[in-house]
């Protein structure tokens, strides 16, 4: 049977999906939520309500909104100890929720290889005296 | 004047808004806008709409809508030659969107930053023999 004839493509760049980023998960992919993430994982440890808003620059209702995002994937736990004025609440990574981010950083990384060689031309344009 | 004694933190972590990453514009923080920008950015060339949707696995719908939101913040131009069937788009990034884009590539290799050290301790874990 002959094989069958691929389709030109001429000019045109090759790899379906080539930039497509399948890895990166959108829970992630959330300004807010990888505020999060990374405040959580930088951390190596468990870091009050409080502490997150200050790191994150997130609102109460902001920070609760998206807690409760990774909370609902499995990602961290937010756990609140005492009642009334005296209670706190300490937010961590679950393990789950470091293995998927760590493979949502690699897709990333992926993105700033794919992006480096446009960079430094870009970078070279930037230079004072050169002339578009 | 006596000066002002700073509220403790004690273990809490330093730095406001440390992690808030406000760099990373909404404009390009977006899968399907990060997939185009890297696809124009990475060729140094314009794309025909065929070509980008393949790169990016987009329908027309989901490219066109994209594009539109980059073609309204000024990053990136879309020309159509010709009408009918015989007709093409062409689109480029602008001088504006490679210098926008490049200051959110430089937020982004900053999240990476933040991340390295908790995911030299989450590779470890992830280690065959390691028990939690």
Redesign the interface.
């Known amino acids: 049977m002959p094989r069958r004839k691929e389709k030109s493509a001429s000019t ?2 090759t ?8 890895g ?1 998960d ?1 829970i992630f ?3 807010a939520r ?3 993430m ?2 959580l ?4 440890e468990q ?2 309500f ?2 997150l808003k ?5 609102s109460d209702g902001n920070l609760s909104r998206h807690l409760a995002v990774l909370q609902e994937a499995g990602f961290v736990t937010v756990e609140k100890e005492g009642s009334g004025r005296g209670s706190s609440t300490h937010c961590s990574v679950t ?1 789950t929720g ?2 998927a ?2 493979s949502y ?1 690699c897709e ?2 992926q ?2 290889a ?2 480096s ?3 430094e ?3 070279a ?2 230079r004072p005296g050169f002339s ?1």
Chains 1, 2 share one sequence.
């Open positions: 045109a760049p790899g379906e999906g080539r930039f497509s980023y399948s990166l959108r992919h959330e300004k990888l505020s999060i990374t405040s994982t930088a951390q190596q870091l009050s409080g502490d200050m790191l994150c620059t997130l393990h470091r293995v981010f760590l950083l990333l990384e993105v700033l794919d992006a060689a446009a960079r031309t870009t970078s344009q930037l578009a």
